[in-house]
């Protein structure tokens, strides 16, 4: 299993009533796939790294990590 460090974004995100509010944004550095959430709580930036491992196109690298974590 390979361990990926992904940066983790502050953005702003429309909601469905199209309004911005506050997100993170956090980026597979190997193919490039986004995914946000809303928040920026350190639940958000986890519910990303999910986000990203059943969602990014390429499956080999399926353990994500936030960039600057010290394991
Ligand atoms: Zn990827």
């Given amino acids: 299993m390979t361990k990926v460090r992904c940066e983790i ?3 702003e995100i429309e909601n ?3 309004y911005l509010v506050d997100g993170v944004c956090a980026t597979c550095p190997i193919c ?9 709580g350190g639940k958000s930036v986890l ?3 999910v986000l ?7 499956n080999q690298h399926n353990f994500y990590t936030e ?3 010290s394991q």
């Fill in 16 to 18: 469905d009533n199209g």
């Fill in 67 to 69: 960039a600057g974590d």
């Fill in 32 to 40: 490039g796939h986004e995914e946000e959430s809303f928040g920026t």
């Fill in 9 to 11: 974004d502050a953005v």
């Fill in 47 to 49: 519910r990303c790294l």
């Fill in 52 to 58: 990203l491992r059943e969602n990014c196109p390429n």
